[in-house]
């Protein structure tokens, strides 16, 4: 089992910026790619971001250019600048390992003034 705990969210002001951070601890082996997806109330899950284990990275066409996505072997992150209202979600993160994928419990991010 892999566990995964986020951190990094919070309130924050409009074009202000955060930096999420997800840890994966328990029974690694070998993390494959990892990403971010955030829900927003009342919508669907939507991909934010995903980085592989060799750091080719793949964004959501609203968030690219103002969220930067990076990893080290066992900790993915979200940079998150020039944020808006419309970011306003909790924001999941999750990691492949072994053929299957694990989610982490999720971090508010609230931007509003």
């Known amino acids: 089992q892999v566990q995964l705990v986020e951190s990094g969210g919070g309130l924050v002001q409009p074009g202000g910026s955060l930096r999420l951070s997800c840890a994966a601890s328990g029974t690694i082996f070998s993390i494959g790619a990892m990403g971010w997806y955030r829900q927003a109330p009342g919508k669907q899950r939507e991909l934010v971001a995903t980085?592989?284990?060799?750091?080719n990275t793949n964004y959501a066409a609203s968030m690219k250019g103002r969220f930067t996505i990076s990893r080290d072997k066992v900790t993915v992150y979200l940079q998150m600048n020039s944020l808006q209202p419309e970011d306003t979600a909790v924001y999941y993160c999750?990691?492949?390992?072994?053929?299957?994928?694990?989610w982490g419990q999720g971090t508010q991010v609230t931007v509003s003034s």
């Open positions: 999750n990691v492949f390992q072994l053929g299957r994928l694990y």
């Open positions: 980085i592989t284990n060799g750091a």
